[in-house]
């Protein structure tokens, strides 16, 4: 599946959010091919985007503090349908703790073509989107220094960047990340070998979820005690033997970069070169290596055992001469699995793989993305909708309407059905149908003969900072006499609901008319 559809197949997921939010953006989530681990250590990682997406809605409020809806909607492939999650206290507290004080009076959302906790670069998407959310700067670089720095600090310190880059940028090409410290480059593999940037790919690749969440920061505490370990190992090993050693964490990591140089090097070769059996061999060894060296680090599990060994058993030399590539996909101990098969030869036997591991062992195996059925790459960082700016999501039903609520000051807007429910709104002014509903219930016209003038005068008055409109802007038919602006739309407009006028000014040269402050809750309804 992909957002394509996803969306086709759960309308009602995604109209249901986009109708919560006024404002929406989106990121995509990703992959590593290589790099998962050595990256956050300042080293180099290539990094996939794929076209499935995170989505964060703000919802105005009247509270003037950032709420975090902790229920959202995420898309299970193992059920094959939206399910509702819980989000992580921390990351909710962390949330707050960083932008809290910069989105207030607003709700926030989040719906998500995959589970939280799949490794596929949805921290580097999340922090992509808050980081557009509280700058109105549309410069990407300067939005991904913001992300960077918003995603370090939720992943306890430990972030390469990369997925984060993907996220704002986007692409169909797999991007060389590099990062130390705080510095960073960034480039799509055709720029490395020079080729063409429609890229032909002798080979199909996907990802395979092993049935487990996983939790990225338990999985980089856990690394930062193995680097303690080696550490303490390295004094050992210098008072018992006498012998100075290399740090083993060094060394390890250098092992890990260089895989990934090699990579690299062969990604581009291939994809300039096209169908290469020597160098499609080379790159599914390279993905393998990784593969062997993350074993130092006891990150895998029975699972990611089961998965690794079937696609090997499946696409072997003896069979097509190249073999077949897989690695974790992320930090392990969960999450997903990436292969990589020759081209068109294995599609209609990963299913049939899958499914004799999920009988043989009673898992939750399952194919998250094949490149084959959903494409590759995706677009970057993307407003999907911003009332404010007249951006709608195009998914929503034709009857679809703005609502905007003043209460007594703008607190936002909100997509409705034109069947919904106005009740809890003091004052509706209906400017689609031209009708006006006060506690719920339409004013007749005996109580209020003029309602489409009632509605225009007060619309406008509601947008205007200080509330006041001359007679020059007023219905022609109220525009030359104070006297029937007052018999005919003031009076009877105050009978029904607690408002207050001020009409000032000449009888029949110039007036105006201001809204007084008020107390009460007004909508207004329109077209979008």
Not at 83 to 112: N, P
Not at 127 to 156: G, M, N, P, Y
Not at 304 to 323: F, L, T
Not at 448 to 458: C, D, F, G, P, V
């Amino acid at each position: 599946m992909n957002t394509k559809t996803l969306r086709q197949s759960f309308d009602n997921e995604y109209n249901q959010f986009f109708r919560t939010s006024s404002r929406v953006i989106s990121a995509p989530l990703s992959f590593i091919w290589s790099g998962d681990f050595s990256g956050f250590y300042g080293g180099i990682t290539v990094v996939q985007p794929i076209p499935r997406r995170i989505y964060i809605g703000l919802e105005p409020i009247q509270a003037g503090t950032l709420e975090i809806e902790e229920k959202f909607m995420a898309y299970d492939s193992t059920g094959c349908r939206f399910r509702q999650y819980t989000l992580d206290q921390s990351l909710i507290s962390d949330i707050q703790a960083i932008i809290g004080d910069k989105l207030e009076g607003c709700r926030m959302h989040i719906l998500s073509e995959v589970m939280l906790g799949t490794s596929l670069g949805a921290l580097g998407a999340i922090s992509a989107i808050l980081a557009r959310l509280i700058t109105d700067i549309d410069d990407k670089k300067k939005v991904f220094e913001l992300a960077w720095k918003i995603a370090t600090k939720i992943q306890q310190g430990r972030s390469s960047g990369s997925t984060t880059y993907a996220a704002i940028f986007g692409g169909s090409q797999p991007i060389v990340f590099h990062s130390q410290s705080k510095k960073f480059w960034a480039k799509p593999i055709t720029s490395i070998s020079n080729s063409k940037p429609d890229i032909d790919w002798p080979i199909d690749f996907g990802l395979i979820y092993t049935g487990t969440l996983v939790q990225g920061r338990a999985v980089i505490a856990s690394a930062e005690v193995i680097k303690e370990i080696s550490s303490d190992r390295q004094e050992k090993i210098k008072k018992k033997l006498d012998i100075e050693t290399s740090p083993f964490w060094e060394d390890y990591l250098a092992m890990l970069r260089q895989v990934t140089y090699e990579t690299i090097l062969t990604m581009s070769d291939l994809i300039k070169t096209g169908t290469n059996n020597q160098l499609i061999e080379k790159f599914f060894n390279t993905i393998n290596q990784y593969q062997y060296l993350l074993q130092f680090l006891e990150i895998t599990t029975p699972d990611i055992d089961r998965i690794y060994s079937a696609v090997h058993k499946m696409a072997n030399k003896v069979d097509n001469i190249v073999g077949s590539g897989c690695k974790i996909s992320g930090v392990g101990k969960g999450g997903e699995m990436l292969f990589a098969v020759p081209y068109g030869a294995y599609r209609d036997k990963i299913d049939k793989m899958i499914d004799a591991i999920n009988s043989r062992h009673s898992t939750n195996v399952v194919l998250e993305y094949a490149s084959w059925q959903d494409g590759i790459g995706a677009p970057g960082l993307t407003i999907d909708q911003s009332l404010g700016e007249g951006i709608k999501y195009s998914g929503l039903e034709n009857d679809s309407r703005i609502l905007t609520i003043y209460s007594p000051t703008v607190i936002g807007s909100k997509i409705i059905s034109n069947t919904d429910d106005i009740n809890g709104i003091d004052l509706v002014l209906d400017n689609v149908n031209r009708k006006i509903f006060i506690d719920g219930k339409a004013v007749s016209s005996k109580e209020l003969a003029s309602q489409k003038s009632t509605i225009e005068i007060l619309k406008q008055l509601l947008e205007l900072d200080d509330r006041i409109l001359t007679n020059d802007k007023l219905p022609k038919s109220y525009g030359d006499n104070r006297y029937d602006l007052h018999g005919k739309i003031v009076k009877p407009l105050i009978k029904l609901v607690d408002l207050k006028f001020e009409i000032s000014g000449e009888t029949y040269g110039q007036y105006a008319i201001k809204l007084m402050p008020f107390n009460i809750k007004i909508g207004v309804i329109d077209r979008i």
